[in-house]
């Protein structure tokens, strides 16, 4: 049986390069596809013979499994076409853009950043925008999530519960079904036009969580802390064993790196990774006396 969690055969790309070029790659051109296959209910006749009707409803198989039942109107679209349908959209637009993909069987993540969506972060390093695009075989449709790569160590880090961004780089979900192209960009156009308002908004997250200090009494209670964002302890160990971190004077903006840099270049099943993506999304929004709170209700246990 597949495993459709597992990325050992697919391993996550890293480095983002121009779109033209990626849209070249073996990577690219090699996405697991999907096949649509008509489904037959059965049914036994007056003298006990077996018949088969055609059913409305039809299989999607992908790598031998089924993933998903689907009715007459689903137009099954292979990863590298829903790709390529973004890509072409936003060409017409105008934006230059660099991308990474990355193949995991049912789903396909690529993740796409804009040459004018570029901020600088507290240590000067810059950090660009865009979006993570989601293909599915296993549901109806693109989820395209905010998304933000630090340059210097490739880190990237999705919002999808982000407050702030609320009306200016929401999350986008297209429907398979219909002129998907049309109307992803008619959702784009805010996000176009706003440009100067989203960058003002990254740039206030990120200094706000570089300005914010933490005191941790022992490498238990920093664990224990990053762990009630909803991980794991044993993924709080593993991620701290990754670098240092002054307990006396650890910001958020630390908090939330570790967590991004853990997410990106561990190897983590699809699964994990958005759950550790989750964890550094609600790090970095969450109200410093919330997470004071938090700090010391842990001391009493660490």
């Known amino acids: 049986m597949a495993k459709f969690t597992a990325n050992a055969y697919h391993p996550r790309e890293k480095e983002f390069i121009p779109m033209d070029e990626l849209i070249e790659t073996t990577r690219f051109n090699e996405l697991t596809t999907a096949m649509k296959v008509p489904l037959y209910q059965q049914h036994i006749d007056e003298d006990q013979r077996t018949y088969y009707d055609k059913s409305k409803w039809s299989s999607i198989i992908c790598q031998g499994q ?33 991308g990474r993909v990355n193949d995991y069987g049912k789903v396909a993540w690529m993740d796409m950043v804009f040459e004018n969506l570029k901020i600088q972060d507290p240590s000067g390093s810059d950090i660009n925008l865009g979006y993570s695009v989601r293909s599915g075989y296993a549901y109806h449709g693109l989820n395209l999530i905010p998304y933000a790569v630090r340059n210097i160590c490739s880190n990237g880090c999705i919002f999808n519960q982000t407050p702030k961004l609320q009306g200016l780089m929401d999350p986008i979900n297209v429907s398979h079904v219909g002129d998907a192209a049309r109307r992803l960009v008619i959702k784009m156009q805010g996000l176009l036009q706003d440009t100067i308002k989203v960058k003002g908004v990254f740039l206030e997250i990120f200094n706000r969580a570089n300005g914010e200090f933490f005191r941790f009494s022992s490498e238990k209670e920093l664990e224990l802390t990053i762990a009630s964002y909803g991980i ?17 004077n650890c910001s958020r903006y630390e908090l939330y790196n570790c967590l991004t840099e853990y997410a990106t270049w561990a190897s983590l099943s699809p699964g994990l990774y958005e759950s550790i993506q989750g964890a550094a999304e609600r790090c970095l929004n969450e109200k410093y006396e919330s997470t004071i709170g938090r700090i010391e209700q842990i001391a009493q246990v660490a």
């Open 66 to 98: 089924e993933v998903n039942s689907v009715g007459p109107n689903y137009d099954l679209i292979q990863h590298q076409d829903a790709f390529i349908q973004v890509i072409d959209t936003l060409n017409k637009a105008g934006i230059n853009m660099q």
């Open 232 to 248: 794991s302890e044993k993924q709080s160990r593993e991620m701290l064993k990754r670098g240092t971190i002054d307990l006396d």
